[in-house]
Every structure is written in C-alpha cells, then in structure tokens.
C-alpha cells in the first residue's frame, strides 16, 4: 500500500560507452575538486588561528577578585538561585579575623562549583549577583575525556591574584571584563 504519492519508478537505462570509460566522471570530480583550491578557505588552524569572538559571547566562569586582590563572592547563593540548569553548588563560610586580606566580605564560598555539562552559558548567574564576584568570559570550556573534568571547582574558577599574578589577572579578566573591578 503507498502512503504517499510520491514514490516513482526508477528507470534503469544501459550505461553508454561513454559513460562506461568512467573517466569524463572522474575529470569532471577532479576539476570540482581543484577549483576548490583556489578558493578562500572557510576552515581556520584552531588552536594556533582564533575566530574573534561576537560581542556578546559567553564563555567560560570566572570568580572575580578585587584590586586588592579579596575575593568577592559573599556565598549568599542567589546565582545558584538563578541558574536554570542547577550547575551551580557552593558551601558558605565565615570569614575569621586575619582573613580579612583574602575574603572581601564576612562570609566566603568555602566550596563553588560549577558543571558545565549541565551549564547553558545563559550568563544569568552573572546578572543574579549582587558582589560582580561571577562573569562569562571570552574562553570556551576545553575538551576532556572524563565527566568529572568538567566539574570546575573554586581553584578553576578563581582569577588569579592581581598582586601575584597581574598578568594573569588581565588576561583572564579579558575584554569583557575590562569594565568590571
Ligand atoms: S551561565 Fe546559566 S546555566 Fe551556566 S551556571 Fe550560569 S546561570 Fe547556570
Ligand atoms: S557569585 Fe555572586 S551571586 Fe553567587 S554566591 Fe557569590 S556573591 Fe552570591
């Protein structure tokens, strides 16, 4: 029974002699595949050649430092809140005396955690936050083997120290994150 109309019957013909030589097929292939090469390459050598990226990409987290180089993410949870996806655990902790060069507020994220398997990089974490502690940077998650390489822990996350590492710090603040102290 058909179930549609569109079925049609194939016709078989004989193969001309010159279709049988085979060889115009083959020249006619080359010649597509040749003009090829002088054509502009959409292909890039990734990693040595970078695409630059849309203003509005978002890519992977970072947890933000200030000048002094404190953390500042207060562990309230409210981007944990906001995460559609649930990628976000963290556990708080209060900041003792002494620590007041390390932690920028009274309490800390003792752990933070992000997935980014389950991570849609919808950037709401970053807009949730009341500190600018968390923002999407211009860098994409690298490929891994394991699950568990993609549970990014506080010591991924954090940016480096400004007074330790500036270089680090700028670089890992990017250009989005040139606006954001
Ligand atoms: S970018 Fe979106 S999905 Fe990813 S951790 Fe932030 S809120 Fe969750
Ligand atoms: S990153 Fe921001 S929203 Fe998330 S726990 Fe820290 S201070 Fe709160």
Redesign the pocket.
């Known amino acids: 029974m058909q179930l549609t109309k569109r079925s049609k019957q194939v016709e078989r013909k004989p193969m001309t002699i010159w279709e049988m030589l085979y060889l115009p097929s083959i020249f006619k292939g080359m010649a597509i595949t040749f003009s090829h090469l002088f054509k502009k390459r959409p292909t890039i050598n990734y990693p040595e050649e970078q695409r630059p990226f849309s203003a509005v990409f978002r890519g992977l987290h970072i ?1 933000n430092r200030d000048e002094e180089g404190r953390e ?9 809140l906001a995460c559609p996806a649930e990628a ?1 655990t ?1 556990e708080a902790a209060e900041r003792q005396s002494g620590e007041e060069d390390l932690y920028k507020e009274e309490k800390y ?1 003792a752990k933070y955690e992000i997935n980014m398997l389950r991570c849609i990089f919808c950037g709401l ?1 970053e807009e ?4 600018d ?2 923002y999407l940077t211009q860098t994409f998650a690298p490929a891994n083997y394991g699950r568990k390489g993609f549970i990014y822990g506080k010591n991924d996350l954090l940016i480096p120290d400004p007074n330790k590492d500036p270089e680090g710090f700028a670089k890992a603040k990017g250009e989005l994150g040139k606006e954001k102290k």
Do not use: E, N, R, V
């Open positions: 947890l500042k993410c207060t562990a309230c949870g409210l981007c944990a976000i963290m994220a974490c949730a936050c009341p500190k502690a968390i």
